[in-house]
T-cell receptor, first 116, second 113 residues
Framework: NAGVTQTPKFQVLKTGQSMTLQCAQDMNHEYMSWYRQDPGMGLRLIHY???????DQGEVPNGYNVSRSTTEDFPLRLLSAAPSQTSVYFC???????????????FGEGSRLTVL | AQSVTQPDIHITVSEGASLELRCNYSYGATPYLFWYVQSPGQGLQLLLKYFSGDTLVQGIKGFEAEFKRSQSSFNLRKPSVHWSDAAEYFCAVVGGSQGNLIFGKGTKLSVKP
């Protein structure tokens, strides 16, 4: 079973470049989210979506855009990368519209981004 | 606002010793609480969760956690640690209007042979 698939696993960007982190899930989950993980900071929510066509901001949305045109895909876009966006990014999904449904987020393996 | 505090950044225990990882939460009502584990280079995996009912919950890999409302705590325990338990552990609480997960900053567990 594929679960949650993130690409690329590693990426190096220069300041000002743009890129998209891809996230796809094959479990027909309604809820999808993006977190960033930084040393000593835990995981912080960037954006989330409770279904196709619906997105909302999390704790640290600045500098990131998302869209949800299908149930399966939830790409994260960096329009103009900055060194502060150097981080490990995780995509996660769950059935229903939030963690209160099953209580379990299913995570991808992460995408490590370095911005020079 | 809801929040989670994990007071210990890094803990080292000997293999076979018992383990307790601390988690304190801030939440007005009955919280939905979770423990996740992250092995190096991997995503997070759910260990256990508490929604309601019995305050002692059992999880995978021999872990358990106890919800104590009076202490606003949800500590993770394991009676005998194995070398494969070396990982980073995150406590989390459901918060906000949309029920998103709010994570603590994590506790890194090292296991001595």
């Amino acid at each position: 079973n594929a679960g949650v698939t993130q690409t690329p696993k590693f990426q190096v960007l220069k300041t000002g470049q743009s890129m998209t982190l891809q996230c796809a899930q094959d479990m027909n989950h309604e809820y999808m989210s993006w977190y960033r993980q930084d040393p000593g900071m835990g995981l912080r929510l960037i954006h989330y979506s409770v279904g196709a066509g619906i997105t909302d901001q999390g704790e640290v949305p600045n500098g990131y855009n998302v869209s949800r045109s299908t149930t399966e895909d939830f790409p994260l876009r960096l329009l103009s990368a900055a060194p502060s966006q150097t981080s490990v990014y995780f995509c996660a999904s769950t059935p229903g519209r939030g963690q209160m449904n099953t209580g379990e987020l299913f995570f991808g393996e992460g995408s490590r981004l370095t911005v020079l | 606002a809801q929040s989670v505090t994990q007071p210990d950044i890094h803990i080292t225990v000997s293999e076979g010793a018992s383990l307790e990882l601390r988690c304190n939460y801030s939440y007005g009502a009955t919280p939905y609480l979770f423990w996740y584990v992250q092995s190096p280079g991997q995503g997070l995996q759910l260990l256990l969760k508490y929604f309601s009912g019995d305050t002692l919950v059992q999880g995978i890999k021999g872990f358990e956690a106890e919800f104590k409302r009076s202490q606003s705590s949800f500590n993770l325990r394991k009676p005998s640690v194995h070398w494969s338990d070396a990982a980073e552990y995150f406590c989390a609480v459901v918060g906000g209007s949309q029920g998103n997960l709010i994570f603590g900053k994590g506790t890194k567990l090292s296991v001595k042979p």
